[in-house]
C-alpha cells in the first residue's frame, strides 16, 4: 500500500511563497473511503516529518484510516512568513481545522450529519503537546491519545541539545553522505538496521543547490531559540519550581491515555512518568530499553504496543 498525499488550506498565519497556506498529510487508508468511523492521525516531532509513521501506519491501515501529518514548515506543508509563528498556538489551530475538516467530510460521506467520527492521535514529541491540547478543553477532540516521550515537563538538557542542530542545515554532497549524518544525530532512537535509517532518513531530505539539504524551514529555530533563552533566564534567576502550565493542560485531558518512553530518554524523566500515570488522565506507561528521545515506532515492540492500544474495544 501507498499513502496518498493531500492538502488542505488554513486560515490563521501567513504563508512565505503563496496568498494561501496549506498543510499537507499522507493518508493510509485500504478502502479508500471516508466512512470509516475511526481516524488516527500521527504527528511528528519538532524537526521531523510525516513519514517517520510509514511503518506504524502500514500496520493500522488495514482496519482505521491513518492520516500522518507535516506540521507547518516541514515536509510537503507550506513555510510560514513569519519565523515567529513557528509554535504550538499555530499548529493547535492547524490541527483543529483539519479536524474539522475530517468531521465535515465524514458526515458527508455518510450522508448523516452529526455522525461521531471518532479521533485518536500518536504524537511524537512536540507533536504530543499539540495532541495534548486538542485532547483538553476546549477541544475534548480526541478519543486515544498516544504521547511518545513528552509530558508537562521537559528538561532543559534535552533542549539544548536540539538547540545545538536545529535550524543548521548543511548541504550534503549525495543522498548516502545526508543519510550518514542523519544517523548519527538520531542515534538516540535506538538500534535499527541499514534499511531501517535509509527509510527514515530519505524524506528528511530534498534537493538544493549543490546536493542535499533538510526538508524544513531553518526558520523553526528562531522561537525554539526564545523559548530556551527564557527558561534558561528563568533557571539562572532562581525563579522557584512553579507548576508548569501544561501539567493543568494534562490534568484537563479527557482522551484514554499512553504514554511512550525510551527508557536513555533525556526529555522525559522517569519522574515525570510516574506522575503522569498518577494524575490526569492516568496514563498507561510503556518503557522501551535501549532507546534514548524517542522511540521510532518502526521495531515491531514499538508497533504492537500503539496498534493493540488503538484497535482494542
Not at 548516502?176 to 524524506?203: C, D, M, N, T, Y
Not at 530518554?265 to 506522575?275: G, H, N
Amino acid at each position: 500500500m501507498e499513502p496518498q498525499l493531500n492538502f488542505l488550506e488554513v486560515p490563521g498565519v501567513r504563508a512565505k511563497f503563496s496568498s494561501q497556506r496549506r498543510i499537507a498529510w499522507w493518508e493510509w487508508n485500504a478502502t479508500g473511503s471516508e466512512q470509516s468511523d475511526q481516524v488516527v492521525l500521527c504527528v511528528h516531532g519538532l524537526s521531523r516529518q510525516a513519514r517517520d509513521f510509514d511503518v506504524l501506519a502500514q500496520a493500522l491501515a488495514p482496519q482505521v484510516r491513518v492520516l500522518c501529518v507535516d506540521i507547518a514548515g516541514r515536509g510537503q506543508s507550506d513555510w510560514l512568513a513569519e519565523p515567529m509563528d513557528y509554535q504550538l498556538p499555530t499548529y493547535i489551530a492547524d490541527m483543529a481545522e483539519l479536524l474539522r475538516h475530517l468531521r465535515l467530510g465524514f458526515e458527508q460521506a455518510t450522508g448523516r450529519d452529526g455522525a461521531e467520527l471518532r479521533l485518536d492521535w500518536v504524537g511524537t514529541s512536540m507533536g504530543g503537546l499539540i495532541g495534548m491540547a486538542l485532547a483538553a478543553p476546549p477541544h475534548l477532540a480526541l478519543r486515544r491519545l498516544v504521547l511518545n516521550d513528552v509530558g508537562p515537563e521537559i528538561q532543559l538538557a534535552s533542549l539544548r541539545r536540539i538547540e545545538t542542530y536545529l535550524g543548521n542545515l548543511p548541504v550534503f554532497p549525495s543522498e548516502i553522505a545526508a543519510v550518514h549524518v542523519l544517523q548519527k544525530l538520531s542515534a538516540a532512537f535506538g538500534p535499527h538496521s541499514p534499511e531501517q535509517w535509509l527509510a527514515l532518513s530519505r524524506p528528511m531530505l530534498r534537493r538544493s543547490l549543490g546536493g542535499w539539504t533538510l526538508h524544513y524551514d531553518p526558520g523553526i529555530a528562531a522561537p525554539f531559540k526564545q523559548m530556551l533563552a527564557d527558561m534558561e533566564a528563568l533557571h539562572h534567576g532562581g525563579a522557584g519550581a512553579a507548576e508548569s502550565p501544561l501539567w493543568q493542560l494534562y490534568d484537563q485531558i479527557q482522551a484514554c491515555c499512553l504514554l511512550l518512553r525510551g527508557a536513555e530518554s533525556d526529555l522525559l524523566t522517569p519522574e515525570t512518568a510516574a506522575a503522569m500515570a498518577d494524575r490526569g488522565p492516568r496514563a498507561r506507561c510503556v518503557e522501551f530499553a535501549g532507546v534514548g528521545h524517542a522511540p521510532a515506532l518502526v521495531q515491531p515492540d514499538q508497533v504492537a504496543v500503539v496498534k493493540d492500544f488503538l484497535l482494542s474495544s
